[in-house]
């Protein structure tokens, strides 16, 4: 299980790149090429499409997901390939490709345009490949493309570590893989004994293997692992290369740690979804599913985004940090793959430029002297995520003259988050339902029954619960620790402000450019505080903080009539280690029973997965940040209901896991006992 749980945080080493005199790309660490400078599109459809016999593997599978493994992504040549191919192949059908990759050394931005020039037969699919491709950053990057039927996970990873986190989670899911590192004399670790056994274990049966390669200790690994493996003939000069399919039973892997978190190994019903509650959390889930064909009927009990995702601005945080921790990767990661989502949802025209939200850069202010300092020199090879500037420079970016210097993430913005969950359900899956009341939840013959309260009823096999802080109030959930933090904004008129904002603004608190004429001045922070009446004093504060954070407004600030302003008062809902609660229900009387031992020994493995509500799912806690966690939270529970590989690795997903917390209590008890 990859842990990266205080190790101090630097992006991931790029590829260190020289051209060749026919204009190819060649690693100066491995001193390899990334593909034959003869014909590199006939060689990668040669050695992989054709070795793995993708294109008649399409033919036949006519719907579901068709999952591809690749170790080694470099110029992305062969998803560009998989993907052309899935497009002529897969046309019309209900298919979905899943391409999951590992890359130890991601190419550069400027080196891989330059790279996929040479391939004007895929100019349209490299060009969309180029707009998601992830930052150097550590860990993994989901991009979604034509419509979210082709999924790509990109893992800047080390190979071995990405392979056996894909095991650990106990889905053997992949159909082919590729094996595409550079050539095993001058990388030993990609053709390393103990990747075939993970690949093996991340495998269906009956998946297919093949590479360029026809070393004998790789064909030996492959084969103890389980694979029936033989030479056909290489490509070009290549005299020889291998290809394999998965013939033998898998030896799983020794669990390292209790797997609690594994399902069993029931395969779920997904014909249909329950969500429950219309605000971020909910919507996006609704789309995570319709985006896989699967109906939604999203239950909301007043009207949509009338909670929490009420407010009319809002800002699309991270949360960086010197050291890496479950909560600074999510922020990190939940935060790149909401941007691209967002970017994808102004691009279509789904979210309108200005007036549902602007990617128009943010302005993090350092609350204290120096909050930036230890993550600065790392940040310097990350421009794309966040750079420190002065008070100066921020002046010029944001259109007035903040107290401090601070962080720059020039991808980040406002949005309507009302305007996000209307835009995110707009798909002919997803059917809503709203004034439904207090919703019950029973289940009845195998399946869920969520009744509203006037007495209509919907059935499905998954639910999924993002109620916010009202989740616990289904009885399936009253063991949640939810807390609830009361906020308060204010709506300012652009008027009263000598300057214009151009970028969002965080401080203590934050401010949005003005969205028809008004900004939302944000936010007060009261936990355990119910009342969600608006408050002239929490104006003030919110006024107050402004001012002490751009003091040439003081004046004008101190002038507004607070008695005539507007706002609105929620609550937030967050949880004890202020991570989100996204995954599977558990059954808390049956873990208590199941993993009582952890009491005596913490790191004692119990090997048993974790009895679940059967197709029961929360979606929640999304505390101060929901516009940058949800869409990930979503595509996780997602993925988890359909059996299919995460998109964040194991450690997170069970940092995230509502389990979490019934295991950390038999931990304490025992400790306390
Ligand atoms: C003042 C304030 C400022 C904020 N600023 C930002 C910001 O700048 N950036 C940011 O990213 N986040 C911000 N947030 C946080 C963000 O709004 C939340 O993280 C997000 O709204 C959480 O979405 P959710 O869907 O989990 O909850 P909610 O939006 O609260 O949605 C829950 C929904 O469930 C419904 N529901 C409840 N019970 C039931 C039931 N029994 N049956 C059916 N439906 C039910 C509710 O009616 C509601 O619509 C702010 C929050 C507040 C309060």
Not at 366 to 381: D, K, M, P, S, Y
Not at 491 to 516: D, K, V
């Amino acid at each position: 299980m990859i842990n990266r749980d205080n190790r101090l945080w630097a992006p991931c080493e790029e590829a260190d790149i020289e051209w060749t005199a026919a204009g190819a790309p060649r690693s100066r660490m491995y001193g390899d090429i990334y593909y034959s400078t003869e014909d590199g599109l006939a060689e990668s459809r040669y050695v992989f499409l054709e070795g793995n016999r993708i294109a008649e593997r399409l033919d036949l599978q006519r719907s579901a997901v068709f999952r591809v493994g690749e170790l080694g992504f470099g110029s992305g040549l062969n998803f560009l390939l998989t993907w052309l191919l899935f497009r002529e192949r897969a046309a019309g059908t209900g298919m979905r490709l899943h391409y999951w990759s590992c890359e130890r050394h991601p190419l550069g931005c400027s080196d891989l345009r330059k790279a996929l020039a040479a391939w004007p037969e895929l100019a349209d699919l490299a060009t969309q490949l180029m707009a998601l491709y992830p930052l150097p950053v550590p860990g993994q990057h989901r991009c979604l493309f034509d419509g979210g039927r082709v999924t790509l996970d990109l893992c800047w990873e080390d190979a071995g570590d990405a392979l056996a986190d894909l095991a650990g989670s106990g889905l053997g899911a992949m159909d082919a893989w590729y094996l595409d590192g550079f050539a095993p004399s001058g990388n030993a670790r990609m053709w390393d004994a103990e990747l075939w056994q993970s690949l093996s274990c991340a495998s269906r049966p009956g998946a297919t293997v093949s590479t360029f390669t026809a070393a004998g200790d790789v064909r030996r690994g492959l084969e103890a692992a389980g694979f029936a493996m033989h030479k056909r003939r290489g490509f070009g000069r290549k005299r020889e290369s291998l290809q394999g399919t998965l013939v033998s039973a898998v030896t799983p892997i020794a669990d390292t740690v209790t797997p609690w978190d594994r399902y069993g190994p029931r395969v779920p019903d997904t014909s249909s979804v329950i969500v429950i509650g219309g605000g971020l959390a909910g919507c996006m889930t609704a789309a995570a599913f319709a985006r896989r064909d699967i109906p939604v009927t999203l239950m909301e009990r007043d009207t949509l985004a009338c909670r929490g995702s009420g407010n009319p601005q809002g800002v699309i945080y991270t949360r960086l940090s010197h050291r890496h921790s479950a909560l600074t990767d999510l922020s990190v990661l939940s935060y790149l793959y909401a941007l691209r989502l967002y970017a994808g949802m102004f691009d279509e025209g789904s979210l309108r430029q200005g007036h549902d939200g602007d990617l128009c850069g943010c302005f993090q202010m350092e609350t204290e002297r120096g909050q930036f300092t230890r993550i600065q020199a790392a940040l310097r090879e990350v421009p794309g995520l966040a750079g420190i500037i002065s008070a100066e420079s921020a002046a010029e970016r944001c259109g007035f003259s903040p107290a401090r210097g601070g962080l720059w993430l020039p991808a980040s913005g406002w949005l309507d988050p009302r305007a996000v969950c209307a835009a995110a359900i707009q798909h002919e899956r997803i059917s809503l339902v709203d004034a439904c009341g207090g919703i019950s939840l029973e289940r009845r013959d195998g399946h869920w029954v969520a009744s509203s309260a006037h007495g209509n009823s919907h059935r499905a096999a998954i639910v999924v619960i993002a109620a916010g802080v009202q989740s616990n109030a289904f009885p399936q959930l009253d063991w949640l620790p939810l807390r609830s933090v009361r906020g308060q904004t204010s709506t300012l008129p652009a008027s009263c402000l000598p300057e214009t904002p151009r970028a969002a603004f965080c401080h203590s608190g934050y401010l949005a450019p003005a969205r028809s004429g008004e900004h939302c001045l944000g936010a007060t922070f009261d936990p355990g505080d119910p009342d969600v009446s608006l408050r002239r004093d929490d104006h003030r504060y919110n006024l107050n903080r402004l001012a002490e954070a751009v003091p040439d407004w003081e004046q004008a600030l101190g002038a507004v009539d607070i008695a005539a302003l507007e706002g609105r008062a929620e609550l937030r809902c967050a949880s004890p280690d202020y991570l989100p609660m996204v995954g599977a229900v558990p059954d808390p009387k049956d873990w208590v029973q199941r993993y009582a031992a952890l009491a005596e020994n913490a790191r004692r493995v119990i090997p048993q997965t974790g009895n679940y509500h059967p197709g029961l799912f929360v979606n929640t806690a999304h505390g101060s940040r929901g516009l940058t966690t949800t869409p990930l939270a979503a595509e996780l529970i997602a993925s988890q209901a359909c059996r299919e590989p995460a998109p964040v690795n194991r450690q997170l997903s069970r940092a995230l896991a509502p389990g979490r917390f019934i295991i950390r209590d038999i931990i304490r008890q025992g400790r306390q006992s």
